[in-house]
C-alpha cells in the first residue's frame, strides 16, 4: 500500500510535541538522519555519533601518551622491536588493543619506518642510528574504538635532508588538516597536500592513503594525498577519517620487500609521515590525536 504521509509546514507546530516549531525541532533530524543513511548507503561511511566519536577520542588520548613516551625513548642504539615491546605491553595495561598485530597478516604491534621506508616498517633487530628518521605508526582499540596517528622523528642530530623531508611532512598534514570542515571536498584535502610538497621538490606516495577510522581500522572513504580542487565527496559533520600523507624526497615510486609489508622508495630518498584521526565538526574539525605540527 502507499504511504501517504502528511507534509508538515516548516512553520507549524512540532508534532514531536515540544512546542516548538518543526524547522527548529525535528525537522533537522529527519534531515541529519537521512544525510546518515545516504552517506552508508551510498558511500559506506559511518558517521560518528558523539557516543563513538568520545570513544574514539579516549582511544586517541591512550595513543599520545603512548606516543610521548615513545618519544623519549628515541636515542642512538635503541632496538626498533624495543618500541614494539613497549606498545604492546603499555597498550594492554591501559585496556587496549594493538589493531597492528596479526592484523591481515602483520607480525608486530606497531609499525617503525625508518629514513627510505615509506611505512609498514616491521621492527625487529634494527638499532637506531644517528641521523636517522623514524616513523611510529600507533593504531590501539580501546573499547572496541580505534585512533590511528603517526609521527616521524630524529634521532640524534639530523641532516639538512632529514630536517627538510620531516618539516615538509609535517607541514602537508598540517595543510591538510586545517582545511577540513562541512563542504570542504576530499580533492580539497589532496590539493592541498600535493600542491603544497611538490611546491617544494618533493613527491608525494599514491599506493597509501588515509581512510576513514573507528569502529574499525580501515572504513570508507578513502582519503588521497593528491586531488584537484573541488573534485570527490563534500565532508559532512561526523565523518572521521586520517589524514597521513607520506612524503619523499626523491621520486614517488616504490616498492615492497619480500616481507610482504616494507614500503621503501624506488630511489631509496628519504621518506617522512606524519598522521592524525580527524573528525569533522559543524564548523570545522578536531582532532582526536592531537599534537602539535
Ligand atoms: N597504521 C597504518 C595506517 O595508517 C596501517 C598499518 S597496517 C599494519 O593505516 F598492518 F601494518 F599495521
Ligand atoms: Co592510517
Ligand atoms: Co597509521
Known amino acids: 500500500m502507499k504511504n501517504k504521509s502528511i507534509k508538515i509546514g516548516k512553520n507549524e507546530l512540532c508534532p514531536c510535541g515540544s512546542g516548538k516549531k518543526y524547522k527548529n525541532c525535528c525537522r533537522n533530524k529527519k534531515k541529519e538522519v537521512s544525510i546518515k543513511d545516504e552517506y552508508k548507503n551510498r558511500y559506506d561511511i559511518i558517521l560518528k555519533t558523539p557516543e563513538q566519536v568520545a570513544g574514539i577520542k579516549k582511544s586517541g588520548e591512550l595513543l599520545i601518551s603512548i606516543m610521548e613516551r615513545v618519544e623519549k625513548m628515541i636515542k642512538p642504539g635503541l632496538k626498533t622491536d624495543d618500541i614494539n615491546t613497549f606498545v604492546h605491553e603499555e597498550t594492554k595495561k591501559a585496556g587496549g588493543v594493538s589493531a597492528p598485530l596479526h592484523y591481515r597478516g602483520f607480525p608486530k604491534s606497531v609499525c617503525v619506518s625508518i629514513n627510505e621506508v615509506i ?175
Open 119 to 293: 611505512c609498514h616498517g616491521i621492527p625487529g633487530e634494527r638499532f637506531l642510528q644517528d641521523g636517522d628518521i623514524v616513523n611510529v605508526d600507533l593504531t590501539p582499540i580501546l573499547n572496541g574504538y580505534y585512533a590511528d596517528a603517526s609521527k616521524t622523528f630524529f634521532v640524534g642530530t639530523p641532516g639538512r635532508d632529514a630536517q627538510k623531508i620531516v618539516s615538509v611532512a609535517a607541514e602537508s598534514l598540517k595543510r591538510g588538516i586545517e582545511i577540513v570542515a562541512p563542504g570542504t571536498t576530499l580533492g580539497d584535502i589532496g590539493y592541498a597536500i600535493q600542491s603544497y610538497a611538490e611546491g617544494q621538490a618533493c613527491s608525494v606516495v599514491r599506493e597509501f592513503v588515509g581512510h576513514g577510522v573507528g569502529i574499525d581500522f580501515h572504513e570508507q572513504p578513502q582519503v588521497l594525498h593528491f586531488g584537484s580542487p573541488g573534485k570527490g565527496l563534500p565532508l559532512v559533520e561526523g565523518m572521521v577519517f586520517t589524514i597521513e600523507p607520506m612524503i619523499n624526497l626523491g621520486k614517488k615510486e616504490l616498492h615492497i620487500l619480500e616481507d610482504r609489508w616494507t614500503a621503501v622508495t624506488n630511489d631509496m630518498s628519504l621518506s617522512a609521515q606524519f598522521e592524525q584521526t580527524i573528525l569533522v565538526t559543524k564548523d570545522g574539525y578536531e582532532s582526536l590525536t592531537p599534537y602539535e605540527l
